[in-house]
T-cell receptor
Framework: SAVISQKPSRDICQRGTSLTIQCQVDSQVTMMFWYRQQPGQSLTLIATANQGSEATYESGFVIDKFPISRPNLTFSTLTVSNMSPEDSSIYLC?????????????FGPGTRLTVL | AQSVAQPEDQVNVAEGNPLTVKCTYSVSGNPYLFWYVQYPNRGLQFLLKYITGDNLVKGSYGFEAEFNKSQTSFHLKKPSALVSDSALYFCAGTSGAGSYQLTFGKGTKLSVIP
């Protein structure tokens, strides 16, 4: 299975600022995903990031608020822009297993964001 | 729209007793179903999956799950609970091959009491 790291592991930010979260995978993967886990809640998919194309955002999430980069097959970034306290969450990246037919996803350790 | 339900916010079980964490699904087509575990301050770890075939699926750490199509359930089970099993468990599903959009349940907190 893929080994995924995220930076930073946690951060405390001021309202109105932006934070970029990095996700690094130890192998080349086609599909990477970004999720949000709000306090006490389940995971919600923000967007899907494929290398060489624009990210696909889920309902309720927009590129201006959560711009994503996917410059190569092992790396992606998610930016949380113009933050408010409501953005305080754990943000997780995940990748799909090499065998796409099985849809198994592996998750990074998450970035715990607190917005004051 | 597909959905995954975990009816219990919390499950308490004594160490050594069998445990069950419940999950029901509403997914179009032939569902692919997964269980993940989240330990405090850590990311999600994959436990097991059902794709097709035998309804009883065995996974990591002695966990297993039974796919029941008639009841649209995929309950997670373990014959003898350990204190170290205490964590947050998520059931997730997708509508089969070619679909990558995982829908997660809200999670169930399992507490194993020594």
């Amino acid at each position: 299975s893929a080994v995924i790291s995220q930076k930073p592991s946690r951060d405390i930010c001021q309202r109105g600022t932006s934070l970029t979260i990095q996700c690094q995978v130890d192998s080349q993967v086609t599909m990477m995903f970004w999720y949000r886990q709000q306090p006490g809640q389940s995971l919600t998919l923000i967007a899907t990031a494929n290398q060489g194309s624009e990210a696909t955002y889920e309902s309720g999430f927009v590129i201006d608020k959560f711009p994503i980069s996917r410059p190569n097959l092992t790396f992606s970034t998610l930016t949380v822009s113009n933050m408010s306290p409501e953005d305080s969450s754990i943000y997780l990246c995940s990748v799909e297993d090499g065998d796409r037919a099985h849809n198994e996803q592996f998750f990074g350790p998450g970035t715990r964001l607190t917005v004051l | 729209a597909q959905s995954v339900a975990q009816p219990e916010d919390q499950v308490n079980v004594a160490e050594g007793n069998p445990l069950t964490v419940k999950c029901t699904y509403s997914v179009s087509g032939n569902p692919y179903l997964f269980w993940y575990v989240q330990y405090p301050n850590r990311g999600l770890q994959f436990l097991l999956k059902y794709i097709t075939g035998d309804n009883l699926v065995k996974g990591s750490y002695g966990f297993e799950a039974e796919f029941n199509k008639s009841q649209t359930s995929f309950h997670l089970k373990k014959p003898s609970a350990l204190v170290s099993d205490s964590a947050l468990y998520f059931c997730a599903g997708t509508s089969g091959a070619g679909s990558y959009q995982l829908t997660f349940g809200k999670g169930t907190k399992l507490s194993v009491i020594p």
